[in-house]
């Protein structure tokens, strides 16, 4: 029984420094890495200082905080919070337009509405489709303006017309001498602005009214006319007429040609006839060329008669020949009337006449002188008053 207890006291005894060992292993094992994990966290807070300092070098408004043993899991948290209101913010920003979108009403998308393109106008046809031929001229009616401007609704202001479905073949501008016809006026405007609308020409009717009560200069006033209506727009040709004179035909185009047109060839006063070959007076056209080619018109011829003559023997001297319409087409009625004061037969006509040759170079468009006095636009015409000098 005795040795019995021995082995069983030193079993117990080495049991004991067995669990003894154990014991001081474990503690030993805890020890080591309590103190390795500590080792670790400084090397962190050492890491995150190191970075905060670069960043306050970069940036030294921002001040990092000394450490705190635990901040950096504050830190971390409140960065995820941040990070976590911000994707929230960026949420909300995104279903904004959508919210609105279902709030707002669904608008109609209305598609524009598309324009066809302009069509260029093409040039008008050398003879007018819209002529009539023969018409019946008479002077024995009363007349209106304000009714011939209603029956003439597509002039604008100063008598100008351009036809709208093609473009004009020339651009004219009606050159009238004038002073103290009135009534021979209303005549000639009720006549002649459906005609030229009809010959669909791009036109301006200009009126050249002489001032007071000296002679009478007609040659003189179509240079005025010549420049003032140039003035107002480029036009390329010149119809030169007398107030009296209308046309029987609207065949009889009031345009140029390539030689200086002579317009009024068969007048009822002469017996529907020429009356003689050289003879340019009355309507007659001439181009913006051939105006300038003859210097043109004298300045010089007061009173009635000889200057048409003089035109004549400027354009022969320059080569052109006179072109006529046939005598049926070129028939005119003139308005009868007395003579006009301070219109007499020019006595120095025919000497004038034989020294065209020697004058015209240095009389004419190069020597015009005059005066404005009053420009006035009307519905059916332009009408110009100029002081033109005397004698």
Excluded at 161 to 173: S, T
């Amino acid at each position: 029984m005795a040795g019995d207890s021995t082995v069983n006291f030193s079993l117990l005894h080495r049991t004991c420094k067995l669990v003894v060992l154990l014991c001081f292993l474990h503690i030993s094992v805890t020890v080591f890495f309590y103190v390795r994990s500590l080792d670790i966290r400084f090397a962190f807070v050492r890491n995150q200082q190191s970075h905060s300092n670069s960043t306050t070098d970069m940036n030294p408004v921002r001040n990092i905080p000394e450490y705190t043993p635990g901040l950096e899991l504050n830190m971390a948290a409140t960065k995820t919070k941040d990070q976590t209101k911000e994707q929230t913010a960026k949420v909300k920003k995104a279903e904004e337009p959508e919210k609105k979108k279902a709030e707002e009403p669904e608008k109609k998308t209305v598609e524009p509405v598309k324009k066809e393109p302009e069509k260029k106008l093409e040039k008008c046809p050398e003879t007018s489709p819209l002529l009539v031929g023969a018409l019946r001229v008479e002077f024995n009616m009363p007349l209106d303006l304000q009714q011939v401007e209603k029956e003439n609704p597509n002039l604008r202001p100063g008598g100008r017309f351009w036809p709208r479905e093609c473009v004009a073949q020339q651009k004219v501008a009606i050159i009238i001498p004038f002073r103290k016809r009135e009534e021979h006026l209303k005549f000639w405007l009720y006549y002649l602005h459906p005609i030229l609308q009809r010959q669909q020409l791009d036109y301006g009717v200009y009126v050249i009214n002489q001032d007071g009560d000296e002679t009478f200069n007609r040659a003189k006033l179509l240079n005025i006319g010549y420049v003032e209506a140039l003035k107002e727009y480029d036009y390329e040709c010149f119809v030169f007429s007398d107030v009296d004179l209308i046309p029987m035909d609207d065949r009889n185009t009031y345009k140029c040609f390539s030689q200086p047109r002579h317009l009024s060839v068969s007048m009822d006063k002469f017996g529907f006839k020429l009356p003689y070959n050289q003879y340019f007076g009355g309507v007659s056209s001439l181009s913006k060329e051939q105006y300038l080619k003859i210097n043109g018109f004298p300045n010089n011829y007061w009173g009635w008669g000889g200057e048409d003559d003089d035109i004549f023997n400027r354009l022969s001297s320059r080569g052109m020949s006179i072109s006529r319409p046939s005598g049926d087409i070129g028939k005119c009625r003139m308005i009868r009337h007395q003579r006009d004061k301070k219109n007499d037969p020019n006595p120095q006509r025919f000497n004038r006449i034989a020294h065209t040759r020697e004058t015209m170079q240095k009389d004419g468009i190069n020597s015009l002188t005059y005066r404005v006095v009053k420009a006035e636009k009307f519905h059916l015409y332009t009408l110009i008053t100029v002081d033109v000098g005397k004698p």
